[in-house]
Structure formats: C-alpha cells, structure tokens
C-alpha cells in the first residue's frame, strides 16, 4: 500500500480527501472486490454518498492505492 502520496479532494459532496481513502482503506482492508472495498469507504467517509457524481473517481483511487 502506497504512504507516498499527494493529498487532493476526491469527494466534494462531502469533502473526502486522498488521504482519507488510504486512512479508510488501512483500517483492515482485506484487499478483497473492489466493490466491498468501495462500500467500506464509503461506509467510513461517506465518499460518495452525496450527488453520487465521485462514484468513478473514488473507485480509481481505490485500485490505485490497493495495487500501486
Ligand atoms: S462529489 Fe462525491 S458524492 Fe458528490
């Protein structure tokens, strides 16, 4: 998992940051689908639980961070 990265808004709805998604993820992430990750941080952050417009960006970011 990356620890080396720059920070930048990913959900504006609800003001989640990069580094939100990597605290969120280390918090037992088991590397498992994709999308149980993705409902896990939402779950956590509530990324994407506003207009639902980040949905994309915040599945990329996922997979960026689990396999860098
Ligand atoms: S930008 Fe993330 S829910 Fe709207």
Known sequence: MKDVYEDRIICNCKKVYYSDI???L???SNLSEI???????QEITKASTG???CH????D???EILNP
């Open 22 to 24: 990597v605290k969120a």
């Open 26 to 28: 280390q918090q037992g």
């Open 35 to 41: 999308e149980e990750e993705f409902k896990r941080v």
């Open 51 to 53: 207009c639902g417009g």
């Open 56 to 59: 994309d960006k915040v599945l």
């Open 61 to 63: 970011v996922i997979s």
